[in-house]
């Protein structure tokens, strides 16, 4: 796989685990607290002070949630550097209660619950990998 795919299911699955938590709460998604750094200062004269690397996670979870809205597992409003009232939709929770094979018996959004508490973000970005693969039909 490639780095944007996996690195798109870890987001994914850190996305479903918040929202799974908060369910039926609509929560706001901060970029800035999402990957856990500092406050980043704002200039008006100058924007924002990013590296290279934070501005590839932003745009990733930009993109993950824009994808992951247009696909209809979430619905979310758009705001600068942020997406507000995000919720998990009927796909979403559907998706999150698969129980594939290979997870002997449990749901795939245990496990990413599970997996996530563990910190275990790129197993619980394969696990959302294979549940999207079969509602997808694969």
């Known amino acids: 796989m490639t780095k944007n795919i996996d690195y798109f ?3 994914s699955a850190k996305i479903f685990d918040i929202l799974q938590s908060e ?3 609509r929560v706001r998604i901060d ?3 999402f990957f856990g750094y500092e406050p980043i200062e704002f200039d008006p004269l100058e924007g ?4 290279g690397e934070q501005e590839y996670e932003f745009k990733m979870l ?3 949630i824009i994808w992951l809205s247009e696909s209809g597992y979430i619905r979310c409003r758009d705001h600068i550097n942020e997406k507000s009232d995000v919720v998990l939709t009927e796909k979403g929770l559907e998706l999150l209660k698969l129980k594939p094979d290979t997870l002997n018996g449990n749901t795939v959004g245990d496990t990413i619950f599970s997996l996530m ?3 275990s973000e790129s ?3 394969a696990v ?3 549940a999207l693969t079969l509602a997808c039909g694969g």
Request: hydrophobic content about 35%; overall charge positive.
């Open 9 to 11: 299911n870890q987001i």
């Open 23 to 25: 369910f039926p709460l």
């Open 31 to 33: 970029e800035v607290a």
């Open 48 to 51: 924002r002070s990013l590296t």
């Open 62 to 64: 930009s993109e993950t």
């Open 117 to 119: 508490k563990k910190g």
């Open 123 to 125: 197993a619980a970005g």
């Open 128 to 130: 959302l990998s294979t």
